[in-house]
């Protein structure tokens, strides 16, 4: 009973985050409460040190850079990453026993929240071998609000494994990760898991993988049964079958029965499987000119007799060409299928010499790394997790930080395994490292070994693009794209317990921010209050409940509230003087400039700043910086709310100034204007839309819509899920606020929705009317 309890209160709090005052949620946490009791006593099972036959860390091979693969798992919320990865590390003989998510003893998720509510928030490294390969792998998060964990994990990897609920196919989630996927032009694999489940289904989740993700999925295995039938696998390049007969009380998956499907004892399914190799194999002679000619000289008459190697070769070059999408299936949780996708990881997905990088020749054998995340150690403090793109990294050596123009001191090099680690003498490109020492590299900074290497690496990238070989200004191009982080859309004050705490409170917001660039903290300019912005309630409520057990200060949160944009909607012009001594120096400056509304496809967020034929001379570099800083500083506060401004261009007309007048003062005076142009506008509030999908029966349809009715939301389509229903909405998120508890009440806790941020429209005249006078306090 207790474990259905459990089981329950996990889906209530992934499908969304939890109010803090209504009883369900109240409830969910007393049985919360009761599961961390029952989990004191739960040991971690990674191998640390060694123990019986189990593998121990220090044994970790180090091959040669074609046999390292560095990979991410990534999904929509609960498709089985997690449990993917717990089977993995077992079979390749890391961890003694199977973890469970459901029993919050998993290594991966080894937050503390992780192992309550049964969901990865932050993404975890472990490294392990399989046959002769190390896989550097990084778990991710599905749920929408700790996006920007996937954004960064995918940034420094080089393929990718996409987990789908073989009853649900493509769900909100995916479409997103694996959007992020297409962006970083990661190759991957699909993995059909869940395939014992009740509905699951191959052929529906392949049709939505073409459908919704338009992509070519290449079937390289066939379930044998599905749900409660299913029992193995049949590999469709070899046309062997893979078996998993219950064994023993242990029925771990270890053991399993490979062996030649044969047409005699299973008519049916050899022909379909053969069926699916020659339709494989046309397909990949579409795709691949190589295998086209082999395919069409020596085996056109029988593909019976094409060797398993040559088509495994060619479905190698087109996943790595991103052509198609090699699928596989199996149910981690019942250890079925595991062991052929960590074949399938090794076989299909490249190494990190395949990938290219223009800027490797730059840096020849010189160290280039991405910091790509950050993790706050009370005894060690900042751990950096960093990619090694080129060279090798040593610990007690100095390395350069380009982005932040400074020499750092790595202290220690160690192998990261979930949270524990292993120290390492030296480590090669191709690598996945956490570093000690580094105090100001954040994520997305570029590390390299020297300032003397990053000057010569930008110099022969000079040469390359034809530029004249150049000083040190050239090194800012050598800054690897760092890690795009999403607008925070919700925020909230917090407060210490008493004044005394602030300064805890500061230094523990310090440290979370630097691990997490997705919260943002800034202070009210009015009340000096400190106001936390992030990405959803569930984000802000982790936040709230690591400040108390990591840093040990119980603060307040103030109510939720929608971070809301600000426009104009007309041209205007404004003019400003300032003109102020200060000890003996007069300053004094002019500004004319112009504001108007942004029309482009894509939203600015920061200003677009044009200058008029009037800056005959190209202004100094500083002044520059200052008339943009001036501007930049009055965009993040609107005149309407104090709401950050977008969609505006900035025209300016003219600046006259003396001589003496200092930059910050022309940066004041430029922002006096803006506002002043930004408040003579016609003014418009923007609030944040939001996807909504939400799976529901069909019983409770009804009920859904009509509540949707209510919310301002659009109804975009209704799908048709197995069993379910899928209704796709948009709704402002200022309707969403407590939905999870709504959502549970009007379909018995059995509907599950995901919400993500599509942009920012325009509120009716009425609405913005309405929040105008709540927040003046009118109404
Ligand atoms: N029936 C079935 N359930 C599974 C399978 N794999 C995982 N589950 C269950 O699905 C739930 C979610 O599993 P996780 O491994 O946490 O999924 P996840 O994708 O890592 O979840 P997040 O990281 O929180 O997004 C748990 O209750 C698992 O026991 C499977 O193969 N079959």
């Not at 996937?150 to 989630?173: C, I, K, N, P, T």
């Not at 299928?337 to 010499?353: E, F, H, K, R, S």
């Not at 010189?366 to 900042?382: E, I, N, S, T, W």
């Not at 910050?664 to 003014?683: E, Y």
Request: aromatic share 6%; glycine share 6%; proline share 5%.
């Amino acid at each position: 009973m207790l474990r259905v309890l459990r089981r329950l209160s996990v889906n209530v709090l992934k499908a969304s985050s939890v109010c803090n005052k209504c009883i369900c949620c109240r409830w969910s946490r007393m049985i919360i409460v009761k599961r961390l009791k029952s989990q004191e006593c739960h040991e971690r099972n990674y191998s640390f040190p060694p123990v019986g036959d189990v593998k121990s860390l220090r044994s970790i091979i180090t091959p040669p850079i074609s046999k390292i693969r560095n990979i991410g798992i990534m999904a929509h919320i609960d498709a089985g990453k997690t449990t993917t990865t717990e089977r993995m590390l077992y079979y390749s003989g890391y961890t003694r026993a199977l973890g469970d998510v459901d029993d919050g003893d998993t290594v991966t998720d080894f937050m503390a929240q992780e192992r309550e509510r049964g969901i990865t928030i932050q993404s975890a490294a472990v490294t392990f071998d399989w046959k002769g390969y190390r896989i550097n792998l990084i778990d991710t998060p599905g749920h929408v609000d700790f996006t920007v964990e996937v954004e960064r994990s995918l940034r420094v990897l080089d393929g990718a494994v996409a987990v789908f609920d073989a009853s649900a196919g493509v769900e909100a989630q995916t479409l997103t990760v694996w959007r992020q996927a297409d962006k970083h032009h990661i190759p991957r694999i699909c993995y059909l898991n869940k395939m014992d489940k009740n509905g699951a289904s191959f052929t529906y989740a392949v049709d939505s993988i073409k459908q919704k993700l338009k992509t070519k999925p290449l079937l390289l295995q066939l379930p044998i049964g599905e749900a409660k039938a299913f029992k193995g696998l049949v590999d469709v390049v070899t046309m062997e079958q893979i078996i998993w007969h219950p064994t023993s009380n242990l029925d771990d998956g270890k053991v399993f029965e490979q062996k030649p499907l044969m047409e005699t004892t299973h008519p049916e399914l050899f022909k379909e499987v053969k069926d699916t190799r020659n339709a494989l194999i046309e397909q990949v002679a579409d795709l691949d000119d190589e295998f086209a000619e082999l395919v069409l000289g020596d085996f056109s008459e029988n593909f019976d007799l094409l060797p398993p190697d040559k088509l495994q070769s060619a479905v190698r070059r087109v996943t790595l060409a991103q052509k198609a999408v090699p699928v596989f299936c199996g149910s981690a949780l019942k250890n079925k299928g595991v062991q052929p996708l960590l074949d399938a990881i090794t076989m299909y997905l490249p190494a990190p010499n395949e990938r290219s990088y223009d800027f490797l020749p730059w840096y020849k054998d010189d160290l280039c790394a991405l910091a790509f995340k950050v993790l706050h150690d009370k005894q060690r403090g900042p751990l950096v997790f960093i990619r090694i793109y080129s060279g090798t990294v040593k610990p007690q050596s100095a390395v350069y930080n380009i982005n932040k123009n400074c020499t750092e001191r790595m202290s220690r090099l160690l192998l990261p395994f979930a949270d524990q680690q292993i120290e390492i003498p030296s480590l090669m490109a191709g690598n996945i490292a956490l570093t000690v020492g580094l105090k100001q590299s954040a994520t997305g900074d570029t590390i390299v070994s020297s300032k003397a290497s990053a000057v010569a690496a930008a110099r022969r990238a000079g040469r390359e693009v034809g530029r004249k070989p150049d000083s040190e200004s050239e090194v800012d191009n050598l800054v690897l794209a760092g890690v795009e982080i999403p607008e925070p859309v919700f925020f909230c004050t917090i407060e210490p317990p008493s004044m005394a705490k602030q300064p805890d409170l500061n230094n523990a917001l310090n440290s979370l921010q630097r691990e997490d660039p997705s919260l943002k903290v800034k202070i009210d300019p009015d009340t000096g209050q400190t106001i936390l912005c992030g990405m959803g309630e569930l984000h802000i409520e982790i936040i709230h409940d690591r400040i108390k057990r990591e840093y040990g200060i119980e603060t307040y949160l103030g109510p939720l509230q929608i971070a809301y944009r600000e426009t104009i909607l007309n041209s205007v012009q404004a003019t400003d003087t300032l003109d102020r001594t200060i000890g003996d120096k007069r300053h004094m400056v002019s500004i004319q400039l112009g504001v108007k509304p942004w029309v482009g496809e894509r939203s600015l967020i920061t200003p677009l700043i044009e200058y008029t034929d009037s800056f005959i001379e190209p202004l100094e570099k500083d002044i520059k910086e200052a008339i943009e800083n001036g501007i930049n500083y009055s965009y993040l506060q609107g005149p309407l709310l104090g709401f950050p401004v977008q969609d505006v261009v900035v025209t300016l007309y003219s600046m006259t100034a003396h001589s003496e007048t200092s930059l910050p003062m022309i940066s004041a005076c430029v922002s006096r204007c803006m506002q002043k142009a930004l408040k003579k506008a016609s003014k418009q509030l923007l609030e944040p839309l939001m996807n909504l999908e939400i799976t529901v029966s069909e019983d409770h349809l009804t009920a859904v819509l009509g509540d949707l009715a209510q919310r301002r939301g659009s109804i975009q389509e209704i799908q048709s899920r197995q069993d379910n229903k899928v209704v796709v909405a948009a709704v402002p998120l200022a309707e969403m606020m407590g939905y999870s508890t709504v959502l549970r009440s009007l379909t018995s806790g059995s509907a599950t929705f995901t919400l993500e941020l599509a942009s920012y429209q325009a509120m009716n005249i009425q609405e913005q009317n309405v929040l105008l006078q709540k927040k003046s306090g009118l109404v």
